[in-house]
């Protein structure tokens, strides 16, 4: 009974670890970028994703009425000519738009900082810096996929603890993350329908590949369920599947399929 107790304590503690290292190698927090105009150090949040049928907003705290600017964008990945739109003054911020995108489209962007006597001070424009415009699914939708695949991660590596250690295990566990799965990949499609239905006219090079690797993991347990329903304990199999889904929860998508794409 201790060491179930101490399986599941661990398995919650690596369900966490991996769910920061998948925010980690998956980044969608701004970007951080600093400048020194005349002496005076700045540093900016720059957006990497936007959300919703709006314009993505750009906003850089500058309290130098006499600092002004431009932006230049244009489509991710692309040859295409540079547009420029001036940032406007409000207050003591500078502010400007990169006009809507449809969802999925990477916009590449840099800015270009000008002080009173008029020298230039460019902002990643040797590297720009890419947006993601992104379709805005429900919250309540997202955060109960995210807490089912979450759950589902901890009954996994709690499944591929107990078989490592060969103590016996319910076959039930395997159905409840059959079960969980299917009822997240269910909503998760939901999901992407209504982020991407978009896609089902006019394709998109950018597709976000999430919900297909969240296919790929129901798919491994979907398989573990069938081959153990004649009530034999395959544990090399059930140790490889929760092996497996924890490296998956904790890959990038782009990273998963990149080989393909």
Not at 90 to 99: H, Y
Not at 151 to 180: D, E
Request: include cysteine; proline fraction near 5%.
């Amino acid at each position: 009974m201790f060491k179930k107790i101490l399986f599941l304590i661990i398995a919650i503690g690596l369900a966490i670890i991996a769910t920061f290292v998948q925010q980690v190698l998956d980044n969608e927090l701004p970007y951080k970028v600093s400048v020194e105009i005349s002496d005076t150090a700045y540093t900016f949040a720059l957006p990497r994703v936007n959300e919703g049928v709006v314009d993505c907003i750009v906003e850089l705290n500058v309290a130098n009425p006499a600092v002004h600017g431009y932006i230049h964008y244009r489509l991710y990945n692309s040859n295409g000519t540079w547009r420029k739109i001036k940032l406007l003054r409000l207050n003591e911020k500078l502010v400007s738009i990169i006009p809507y995108q449809k969802p999925m489209i990477k916009i590449e962007y840099y800015l270009e900082l000008v002080d009173g006597q008029g020298k230039i001070y460019p902002i990643a424009k040797k590297q720009p810096l890419v947006v993601l415009f992104r379709e805005q699914v429900p919250r309540l939708l997202t955060y109960i996929i995210a807490l089912l695949f979450f759950v589902s991660l901890i009954i996994s590596n709690y499944l591929g603890m107990v078989t490592a250690f060969n103590i016996p295990y319910f076959l039930k566990y395997v159905r409840l993350m059959f079960y969980l799965l299917g009822t997240a990949i269910v909503l998760d499609f939901a999901a992407y329908l209504y982020a991407y239905r978009h896609l089902f006219v006019v394709p998109s090079p950018y597709n976000d590949m999430l919900f297909f690797k969240n296919l790929i993991i129901f798919a491994i347990w979907a398989i573990l369920f069938y081959v153990q329903k004649n009530g034999k304990e395959r544990r090399l199999a059930v140790l490889a599947g929760s092996l497996l889904t924890l490296v998956l929860y904790c890959a990038p998508d782009h990273f998963v399929f990149q080989a393909f794409f």
